[in-house]
């Protein structure tokens, strides 16, 4: 399927993004001393997020997916319950690296894979990620396995063999949310998409039941086969402001928009979180003890946005030097959790902050559609804030921009090797 204008746009959006968050990422010791480890005694020349650690396909493929979901920065789909870009860029990236493909056979890629997750994930990822399962991984190798064949023009029986051979990588959990194992999820799909990949062209079969066979992966994962479902991606798609859980999008959000309704955030009294059962027990961390808790916390999430008035990197680095205003740890100790009735998807979510102020009176907020949705988009200059505030520590404001503007524009028959040394070559992430 030829992708159209809105949707190559799309795909540009989306790869801009997974850049910034991931360079973002790199900024991290931790982050960089992980991805150290991982190319670690593999010889290779791909380039990774980190400038002067590269590696083969596949352990890059795993580090830009590492990197790309780390910070839970990384747009969201609300058809697969998942992060298609964390995975999807990241298997791409390094195959197109290594074979000069150009940026817009990735869009296409990208494209392809991604409506394959979605359409499996609409049909099935809620039950399915109910049931445990981390459908960003879960899906992600079978649209990275999809997206890869189509960057390398498999016929349309090693392109069957290679999904095959995916289906039995799939994998990730859910109790793993909120520690560092969870971006891993990302990261081995992406890799595993290429090794698959690189098993079908070799001639390795699969079942054509792999799949949706009685005894395939959705029958093994839980799930009936209710087929395939056609999924607009323009509508499908959230763009994060904030780098939090998806689930806590609409909190911050409402947090925000009630911050100037408050004034003293002293004479808060008490705070209520109205969230689904699914935002519930996804946002599980009421005490968060870490960066990564921070992330899947309701309570830290509302509370920051109402004392500090913005949520950003930095609103969950505190968690990690100790340095959370004590009037955010107040407001915490102040708030409770009211579950709204079940909604039927994650495109039905809604969630609501009220506020109860010591003289009695109450203000409410509730979103519907999280800044980021095909119904709120982000601007331009919002992504463009984004990615200059994501790469701040490598770059000026100036710079960052400039970089922006090059790949947003970078021609579609530009090499992926030729844009990627643009944005990671001088002045890149250090290791």
């Not at 029958?219 to 499908?236: M, Q, T």
């Amino acid at each position: 399927m030829a992708a159209d204008v809105d949707e190559i746009a799309l795909a540009r959006s989306c790869l801009l993004d997974f850049l910034a968050v991931s360079l973002a990422a790199a900024g991290q010791r931790e982050v960089r001393d992980t991805v150290a480890g991982m190319m670690d005694g593999v010889p290779g020349q791909i380039p990774t997020p980190v400038t002067g650690i590269v590696g083969e396909t596949e352990r890059a493929a795993l580090a830009w997916g590492y990197c790309g979901h780390f910070l839970d920065y990384d747009d969201v789909s609300e058809a697969i319950i998942g992060h298609p870009s964390a995975v999807l860029f990241a298997a791409l990236l390094p195959i197109a690296a290594e074979r000069r493909a150009p940026v817009g056979e990735v869009l296409e890629a990208f494209l392809e894979g991604y409506r394959f997750m979605a359409g499996w994930g609409a049909r099935h990822a809620e039950e399915i990620y109910s049931r445990g399962w981390h459908t960003t991984s879960v899906f992600g190798v079978l649209g990275a396995a999809k997206a890869l064949a189509r960057l390398l023009r498999l016929d349309e029986e090693a392109a069957q063999h290679t999904i095959g051979i995916a289906a039995s990588l799939s994998s990730g959990v859910r109790a793993n949310f909120g520690s560092r194992t969870k971006p891993l999820h990302a990261g081995w799909a992406a890799g595993a998409a290429v090794f698959a990949v690189k098993m079908g062209r070799l001639g390795i079969d699969s079942s054509p039941e792999a799949l949706t066979g009685p005894s395939g992966l959705l029958a093994a994962l839980g799930s009936v086969d209710r087929g395939f479902e056609e999924v607009d991606l323009r509508g499908d798609v959230v763009l994060k402001p904030y780098p939090s859980c998806g689930y806590s999008l609409r909190l911050i959000d409402a947090a925000l928009a009630l911050r100037p309704r408050i004034g003293d955030v002293g004479t808060i009294a008490r705070v209520t979180c109205i969230v689904s059962p699914r935002a519930d027990d996804v946002l599980r961390f009421r005490q968060p003890a870490s960066e990564n808790e921070g992330r899947f916390s309701a309570e830290f999430a509302t509370a920051s946005a109402l004392v500090d008035g913005v949520v950003g990197l930095e609103t969950f680095a505190k968690l990690s030097d100790g340095s959370v205003p004590t009037a955010v740890r107040d407001v915490i100790g102040k708030t409770e959790r009211s579950i709204d009735e079940p909604v039927a998807s994650l495109g039905e979510e809604r969630s609501a902050v009220e506020v109860l102020m010591s003289d009695g009176t109450v203000v409410r907020e509730e979103v519907r559609y999280p800044t980021g949705h095909s119904q709120r988009p982000m601007s331009r200059t919002q992504r463009s804030d984004k990615f200059t505030d994501c790469t701040s520590w490598i770059w000026s404001t100036e710079e960052g921009r400039k970089r922006f503007d090059a790949v947003d524009s970078a021609p579609l028959d530009q090499p992926t090797e030729s844009l990627l040394e643009g944005l990671l070559g001088t002045g890149s992430a250090v290791s």
